[in-house]
Every structure is written in C-alpha cells, then in structure tokens.
C-alpha cells in the first residue's frame, strides 16, 4: 500500500469519524439548546421522546425525512435545491482543517487529529467561511419571496461586514505564534492557562466572540431569520431535508467557530494546568478540547437566552464603526510588540518544503463532507 | 590647485556658509515676515537680518584668514561643494547638457576674497545703520527680507566659480535693486525710478548674455579659473582690431556699464536715489555697482589680450568720470550729487581697468566702498535730522548741530576729494599714476580735471550743507536732531574705515588673481604733491564760492547760461532715450511687430491651428462610434497584433 | 508534474478566450465585467503556472496585485453600473453611447 | 496521480462552468457558474503548489468580488437578455477571428514553451511574503494600498444617490 495511499485512507477515514461525530453533535445541540433555554425561562421543553426527550433530535429528523418536499411556485428550482448543499458544504469544508487534539499515534502511525493540515489553515477557514455567504444568499432569492430575499440579503451584508473583524481577530494571535497553521498556533499557547492567548489577546478574544456571535447569525445578531420581521428568513420556503440541512449547516458552522475559537483563545487541546495534560499516560487532550467547546457551545446558548435583538442599522454601525477599528489597532500594538521583542525583524527559517500531493485531502475532505 | 585645501573640511564649508547665510535670514524673514509683524516683533527680525550678515562677515574673514594661512601667493581655489556634499563627484551639478556643464562651483581667490569682505563687512554696518534709519517704517521686516537677499545675491555674484553662477547673482542683485529702489511702492516717482534701472540694467544684461554665450563658444568653457588660464594662449589683438576676444569683452562690458551705471547707460543711478537713503549707500554706492569693476577685473587676462577693449574701457570710463562730475556741479540735491560722485569715480575705476592698472581699480574700488558709503550714510543721517529734506539749498549751518555727522561727513569729504593720508588719496593717486605709466596723457588730463571737479563739488556739498546758516523753515529747523547711535556708530566705523583703508596694499595682494605678475609701480615723485594739490583747489575754490562770496555762483551760472542749462540737463541723456523709445520703439512696436508680425504671423498661424485641428477632428471622430465593444475589439486587434509582432518579428 | 503545468497554461488560454469571447456575446454590462474578471482569472492561473516551473513566487506576487487589481475594479465598476442603471434604467451595452463623436 | 486526477477533475469544471457564464443569458446563473469556476481555479492553485494564493483566490474572488456581483445583480434585478438585435454579426465574426488568432498565438508560445519543474517548491505565505515585502515589491504593495483607497473612495462616490 502506497503511502499516498495511506494518507487518502486515513483522510477518509478522519472524515467519517469527524462528520459522524459532528451529525451527533448537531442533533445534541437541538436537543441541548431547546433543553437549556426552557430552562432559562423556566419551561420544560423537549421531555416526552426517551429519558429527559434525549430522543428528540431524532424524532425530528424522522419527521424532516418524512415531510412533503416544497417547492414553492416560482422558484428557482436549481438554486433552491443547490443553496442548501452549498451551504453545508462551505461548513464542512471549514470545519475540515480544525484540529482537535494534538498528534497521536495509531498502529505505530504519526496521526494528526485533523481531516487536513495545510500550513495556511487559518486563512483557509476564513476563506471558505467566505464563502458560507453563497448558501443563504442563493437559498434567500431562490425562494422567490420577499421575507426569504430579505433576509438573505440581510445575512450577506452582516457576515460580509464581520467577516472582516473576524478575521482581523485573528491576526493578532497568527502573530503572536509566527505561523497559520492551527497546531502551531495552539502549541504556541503551551503553558498554563495564563499562557492562552485570550489573556494577552483579550482585545482580539472579545472581537472575536462578538464577530463570530453574528458570523453564525446567532442572538443577538439574527436579524436574517427575525422571526418577528421576517417570520423564518432566508429558510421561510424550505421545510423537510433541505431545511434539516440548512438547519446543520447553521449548527455546524456554530460548532466550527466554537472550535475555532477555542484554537484560537482558548489552548486548544491543552490542560489549564501542564501536570493536567494527561493522566497515567493517557493524553486527556482530546477531553479538554470537548470541555472547552462544549462551554464556547453553552455560551451562545446562554446569550441567545438572555440578550435582546440589534436593530439592523445599529449592528451596521457596530460592525463598521466599532468593532473593525479596534480590531485593527489591537494588530497594530500587537504587530509592535513582537517585533519589539523580537528586536527585528524575525528571519524566515525556512520552512521544509512539503511535497505538493499532501494537499489533496484538504480538496477530498469538502466533497466527502457533502457526500454524507 | 592642491588638494590639501580641498581636504580641509572647515575651509571647504566656509565659503558656503558665507554664501547662505544672508539667503536664510531672507527666508525666515520673507516667509514670516507677516507674522512677525503682526505679533509686532518687527526689531526682533531686523536684528536677525543683521545678525545673519555680521556672522557671514565673521565667516568671510575667517574663511580668508585661513585661506592665506593654508596657501600664501596662491592664485584661487575652486570650491566643488562643501565637505557635507562630498559624496558627489565635484559639486552638485547645476546645468548638465552636451558640453555645457556648469556645477554649483564658487572661487575664492585674493580678489573674491576681497569683494566678500568688503560685501559683507559694509552691508553689515550698513544693516546696522538702517535698524536706526528704518526704525520708525512699519514696513521695515519687508526692507531688511531684501537687503537679505541682496547680500546673498551680491556674495553669489562675486563668489560664483563660472559666468553663468555669476550672472545669477548678477540678475539678483538687479532684481533686489529694483525692489529697493521701489521700496516705497506708494511714491510713482519711487517705482518709476526701479522701473528704469530695471529696463536700462536689461539693455547691459543683453549685451553680458550674449558675452556669455559667445566666451562658451570661443572658449568652451564658462568656468572663470579655466577662462583665464586659457586666456594667456590665446592671441593678443591689437588696437582696432576686433576679434573674438574683443567682441566678448565689449559685450560683456556693455553689461558692465549697465550695472556699473556708465555711459550710455548711467540714466538709471541718479534716480535710484529714490530709494531709502542706506539702500543707495550700499547698492548704489558700495557694492552691486561696482559689480561690473569686479567682472572687468576677474576677466583681467582676457581684457588685457584686447587692446580695442582696454582702450574703449578707458575711454568710456574717463569720459563718463567727467561728464558726471561735471554733472554734479550743479545738482542741488545732496543724494544726486552722491550719486554722479559714484557714477564718476566708476569712471575712475573703469579708467584705471583699461589702463591695464586691474589691481589699481579693485584698490579705489575697495576704498570707494567705505568712504562713499559714509558719505551716503552721512547724508542720510542728515536727511532723517531734517526730516527728509534732501535739498541743499534749504540746508546750512548744520555744522554744530548734528556734530558726529558733520566729523565724520568731513572725513568722507576728505577721503574723496584726495587729501593725503586717506583713502581716497592712495587709490586715486595710484589710478592717474597707472594712467601716466601707460602713456596716457591725454586721460591723465582728464582725470586730474576730474580730481579737480571731484574735490570742488564735494566741497561745495559739505558748505551747503553744513556751513552758513540754516535756509531751512522754522518748522524743520526746530526739529534738528543728532541720529541715534545705531547710526552714528556705522558713521564712525566707516569713518576710520575711509580715514585708513588707503594702507593696505589691495594691488599687492589681488595681483595674483590677474593671472601676471604685479608690477611694482615706479613712483612717479611729483604725482602726489600735484594730486593734493589739485584736491586743495578744488576745495579752496569751494569754499571761496560758497562760503564767502555765496553770490558769485548764481552769476557764473548766469554768464554760462548754455553749459548751465546743458549741465541742468544732464546733457540730455534722458531726453534723447525718451525720444528714442516714444517714436522708434513704440512705433516700431506698432507698425511693425504688433501689426505685422503678431496679427499676421502669430495670431495667423494660432489660429489656423485651431481651424486645423477642427477640420482633422471632424474626420477623425467618425472613428469614435461610441460603441463600447467597437473599442474592445480594437484593444483586442492591437493585443493580437503586438504579440504577433513579438512572435513572428523578423 | 511538467504536464500538470503545462496543461494549466492551455486551460488559462482556453480560459482566457472564453472571456474574451464573452465580452463580445454578451450585452449586460455585468456579464461583461464578469468575463473581464475571468479574463484575469485565466491570467492568475498563467503566472501560478510559470511560478510553479520556473520554481520563483514572483508569480505569486503579481497573482497578488492582480486580485488586488480585480477587486478595485470590481468595485468601481460595480458602483459605475449602479449610477448608470439609475440614470438610464438599462444595462445593455450597446445603450451607452454617448461618447458617439 | 490523484493529484493529476484532481487537476483535470477541476480544469474540466472551470472550463465548462466558464463557457456557462458566457453561454448563459441569465446574469445571475452566469455569476454563479463564475463563482464554480473561481472556487475551481483556487483548486487548481493549490494543486499547483500555491495554497496561499489559492486561500487568497477564494478569499477576494469568491468571498468579495462575486458576492459585490450577486449584490448587485439583486438589487438590480436582473432580467436575462433578450435576442441580440441583428446587424452586429460583422463584429462578432470578427472578434471571434481575432480571438482565433490569439488562441494560435498563444498557443505557439506554450508549444515553444519547454516545461521543467523543480521537484520541490515551496510558496509558504511565509516566503511569499518575504518577497512581496522585500524592496523589490514593497513600494508597488503600498501602491496598491493607495489604489484600493482611490477604488474605495470612487465606489462611494459613484453610487451614492445624489441628495
């Protein structure tokens, strides 16, 4: 077996694992979100379906499977069939170079937790993020309603204007670690919990939650789907499997940006504490990455429960005017601080060219995701 | 030249230094003269125009000083740039095209050396002189800006390594000139005045251009050092003959008599005497217009290959030197009698150039400055006592009133008129002596008459204005006052300047820059005696005409009604060029250039580049269809047909 | 890999016609823009190509500035389009001719 | 071998999704067959070796410009063309001939062309950086920066409705 071989395996096989945990992620989130906020008002929620509803996720999905497929009059059937693929695709595609845990070993193999690692992931996942923008434009105007119009044009224009604080929240961190490849960058935060970025990049860490907040449309930037505006948004006109997968696309990229995040600011796959890394021998990185995104998860739950709605023209104005400014004046202190510590300008070590191959899964990972 | 000089890192500086000086205090000045004025701080600014000048003097001296300690009897350096500049092969160049190049090059060799400090050492006092003259001008920031620059432009003019870095400073001058002359921009007469030096100094700047341009030609260089190395080589031509050489000097003379102010180009100088009263001491007087002394003087060796030239320099110089003396017999206002006192002893210099007596000129030029200077200054002072009065005739008795002034304007009196030991003794003794060692006789003459004259109306303005009683209102008489010290130190300085400045031996030491051994001039015995003479008579008949029988000039001019009226009339200089510009020039201008050429030729062919241009656009702009992608496809075809071009090229 | 290049500089051509083509058929101003964008895409696709066989990013830097390029052009066209399809309610082509000498 | 795979793969879908755009009477079908054909073009850079200019091709392309594109295209609410008016064939033929001219050009220049590739090449952002800010690149960067600034400030003031 040819060890190209052996990457696409271990590519394929990565992607089933990743995609199959995320599916149970998503249905969990329903379930979890449904719980937490009935909670927070003090309802019940889901609690029929199984032991505490745990059933519910999939109850539902048998029900979306079942439904009548709409088409509705006037539409554009090819972009309202693609727009949901579109838009699942684009998550996968970004959650595909997310790593999870450092490297491990499998039958005496180097095997890194993560569908792809190219050595521009970051920017990688901000293009392709980039591109989640098609999904709900395309689902909104091939409705052919006016609600579902609005608020895909809605959604484009707010992700269009965070994307850039977004991104720009990262740079800080991309310096402080000298490299965009996500496992440098959590080795980078090596060292205690004081040592993660979100202590010395709590300017970027802020930006970033609220950028990714309405990055993934949630409360209390959901202006696109205002049930009181524009009752459901862009998905008004879709019901059954399309709005399921439009539905996990909005979880998956949640779950992607948590992730992210938690890359980003949070150490990743590291223990608060270094004696904490790993217990008898057993590397408990992939637990404290769990904890970690789990707790970003709850965090957007709890926000949804508890803030009120932008007005748009104030999310606007925020974006533009706040955020985008500080964003910007954080890279600049941080872009002096290092080189200042550098001294100068840091020389570039050459970095081992990689053979061209290696970058194919990257290109397999997003069809595989859609695949599923 | 050794290149040790040019090592010397603080000598290559200095005369920069000197140079930019006075420039930056003009720019400070101009570019917040307002604002200085109005936050009412206009003495603090003129300080600083003194103090950049006195600096640079200091500078200047140092810079010589050194000059002569590093290389004693060498015949000029050539500064590229200074030591900051180095870097750049030799001095930035200024002009660069075909043959012609012309870098930022100064030279400062005995003569240069000379000019700067007197330059900057009169233009100091006389700065200092005008911080009291001026005081009460609201205007005055203004004044001292120009006097600034005048200084620069003056330094640039004798320090410029080639004609055209001379010519700069040359046109400066002029410019700053005509700026001070017009300084009181509200008097017409005051503007006309700045108007006509302007113009007239244009007629000279003609001729220098052309000098110019005809020396590169012949020469192919423009480089002062190299010009008169070269000189030597060339061959000498003899009286009437007018060769190369001799064109270029006459043109190059031309533009002398335009600055220097002499005949036929000396209209403009009485009339400068527009201008504040310091202004005419130090342009009018000291420096800018011996400007033209200096350039005859630097040209030395190629002059001295023209016999023509030298002749037509003297001849225009002793010519001019009575003419103007005689002049000043009868003006009645003391500046114009100053200023035809300047015109004539240019003459003197010019006469003394063209009898090859170079050192000679420079010497009377070097004590002119001071002791003409303080006269200038002297009357100044007199004027600003009587409140501006400038005629003599209601002048008089002055003489205790004002006593520094009186002292120290008796002093310049003496010096001019030639009574030994001053300065002007020396000087002018040396001329008519240079006269008589070339065999001259006929302008020794006229220069001893000159003397005579000279010393006469001198005379007479030191009794008119100073002895006698006061013919003056009771008015201005009640308001007589000394001036302030800031005038009557200058007076003071000047005054020992004139008194001892005879001593040193200029000839002696501008020698080398002549490029020919200085000859030793045989001392012919009688001259000095007969000079002082002269002096005395002229001042003795002075002084019986116009102090005791104060009549007898009324009735001379009354017996010699012609040659008065001819005198009154400035022998009709003004009269002719006016006549001269209203019907040859206007006309001409009218009938000929303005109808002729302009309408029919220009106006003839502007137009008809219009119509032209119509008629092709009207064919042409079928081709702009409007039709966006008509363009696109031409883009395309020039796409295809250049990489075709590129493919298949032969 | 040499076929790989060499390959990606024909379909580049290919590319590149095709826009060409476009700007020609088509009459909606934006259609053309788009087939002026994918012009120069065809272009990018030429200088990655040649980086990667000559094995130098210069390549890449002009890729660089071209995008640059592309955007503000895009954006300024794009505006352009707007204030005409307000003026004059069209956006074919051929309605704007003004410049007609 | 899979990335040659990969490489026609893709090549075959951003040329034929290219000839879409222009085929295409419908603007909106011809942005979003554009958008395929950059996405797939940024596929190809990365199989090319250049994956930060491939992220950069998605990032303007895809992420900005088209998006500018769909923009506009429903603000506007694009209908598709109607049937060309007749009396343009000359140009078209034409163009097409030149075009055919340019394709033989070209195509000349690639067979002329001789292909040798270095085995490894690394276009790390970190090296493409290097170069673009070194002073060989540097000053046309910041050129760059003014140029956008202009677009900005242009775009603006173009379609901003007069008040």
Known sequence: MTPLMEELLIAVVKVLVIFSVLLTLFSLMTYAERRLLAFMQFRLGPN?????????????????????????????????????????????????????????????????????????????????????????????????????????????????????????????????????????????????????????????????????????????????????????????????MRFALLQMAEYVNMITVAALGTNLFLGGWLAPFTSLQSLGGIDLGLLWFAAKMLSVLFFFIWLRGTLPRFRYDQLMQFGWKVLVPVAVLNILVTAAVVVLLAGSEPEAEPVAPTEVGLRSPVLLAGPAGALG | MPEAILEDPILNALPFMVLLLPLLGFVVLALFGDAIRREGRSFGACVLACVTVIVSFGLAAWSVVRLWRLLPGHDGLRFAQPTLGRGLADGLSWIDVGGLRIPFSLLLDPLSAVMILVVTGVGAIIHVYSLGYMAHDEDRVRYFSYMNLFTFFMLLLVLGGNLPLVFVGWEGVGLCSYLLIGFWYRKKSATDAGMKAFVVNRVGDAGLILGMVLAFHAFGSLDLVDIASNAGSLAPEALGQVGVVTLVCLLLFLGACGKSAQIPLHVWLPDAMEGPTPVSALIHAATMVTAGVYMVARLAPLYSRSATALAVVAIVGVVTALMAATIALVQTDVKKVLAYSTISQLGYMFLACGVGAFGVAVFHLFTHAFFKALLFLGSGSVIHALGGEQDMRRMGGLRTRIPWTFWTFVVGTAAIAGIPPLAGFFSKDEILEGTLLAGERGLFAIGLLTALLTSFYMARLLFLTFFGRFRGDHETEHHIHESPWSMLAPLAVLAVGAAVTGFVEIPAIVAPAFRFPHVEALHVAWLPYAATLVAVAGIAAAGYLYLLYTDLPGRIAASLRPLERLLQ????????????????????????????????????????????????????????????????????????????????RP | MEALTHHALLLSLALFAVGVAGVFLRRNVITVLMCVELMLNAVNLAFVAFSRSLGTLDGQVLVFFVLTVAAAEAAVGLAIVIALHRNRDTLDVDAFSLLKG | ???????????????????????????????????????????????????????????????????????????????????????????????????????????????????????????????????????????????????????????????RKET
Do not use: C
């Not at chain 2, 009269?575 to 020039?585: C, K, N, P, S, T």
């Open chain 1, 48 to 240: 029929r379906t199984g032991p505490y509803g745990i059933l519910q996720p999939v109850a539902d999905g048998i029900k979306l499977f079942f439904k009548e497929e709409v088409v509705p009059e006037g539409a554009n059937r090819w972009i309202f069939v693609a727009a949901p693929g579109v838009a699942l695709v684009t998550a996968f595609l970004a959650i595909a170079v997310v790593p999870y845990g450092g490297p491990v070993t499998v039958f005496g193999r180097e095997v890194s937790l993560q569908i792809a690692d190219p050595d521009v992931g970051v920017l990688f996942i901000f293009a392709v993020s980039s591109l989640g923008v098609y999904g709900i434009v395309m689902a909104g105007w091939a409705a052919n309603n006016k609600y579902a119009l609005i608020g895909g044009l809605r959604s484009a224009a707010q992700m269009f204007s965070y994307e850039l604080s977004l991104g720009l929240s990262w740079v800080g961190v991309i310096l402080l670690a000298g490299s965009f490849r996500l496992p440098d960058i959590v080795e980078a935060q090596a060292g205690g919990f004081w040592r993660w970025n979100w202590i010395q990049q709590i300017v970027a860490f802020l930006v970033y939650t609220v950028a990714a907040t309405a990055e993934v449309n949630r409360t209390p930037f959901d202006l696109p789907e205002a049930e009181t505006e524009l009752v459901a948004g862009f998905h008004t006109e879709y019901s059954s």
């Open chain 2, 569 to 648: 009339a400035r022998y009709g200089f003004d009269e002719a060029y006016g006549w001269l510009v209203r019907h040859v020039v206007v006309g001409g201008s009218q009938s000929l250039l303005w109808k002729g050429a302009d309408v029919a030729l220009i106006d003839g062919a502007v137009n008809g580049a219009g119509t032209l241009t119509l008629a092709v656009a009207r064919m042409v702009r079928t081709a702009q269809t409007g039709f966006v992608r008509g363009y696109v496809l031409v883009i395309l075809g020039g796409a295809v047909a250049v990489l075709g071009y590129l493919l298949w």
């Open chain 4, 1 to 159: 071998m899979i990335d040659a795979v990969l490489f026609y793969a893709f090549a075959a879908l951003a040329l034929g999704s290219a000839l879409v755009v222009v085929g295409q009477r419908n603007p909106l079908y011809s942005a979003f067959a554009l958008i395929v054909t950059l996405v797939s073009l940024s596929a190809i850079f990365a199989l090319l070796g250049s994956p930060f200019i491939a992220v950069l091709q998605l990032v303007v392309y895809a992420g900005a410009i088209m998006v500018l594109f769909l923009f506009v295209l429903m603000l506007l609410n694009v209908k598709p063309e109607g049937d060309p008016p007749a009396g343009k064939g000359v140009l078209r033929t034409a163009a097409f001939l030149l075009v055919a001219v340019l394709v033989a050009e070209v195509g000349t220049v690639l067979w002329r062309a001789t292909a040798r590739v270095p085995p490894v090449f690394d276009a790390s952002p970190r090296r493409v950086a290097h170069l673009l800010f070194s002073p060989q690149y540097v000053y046309v960067f910041e050129a760059t920066s003014i140029l956008i600034l202009a677009a900005l400030v242009g775009a603006v003031a173009l379609a």
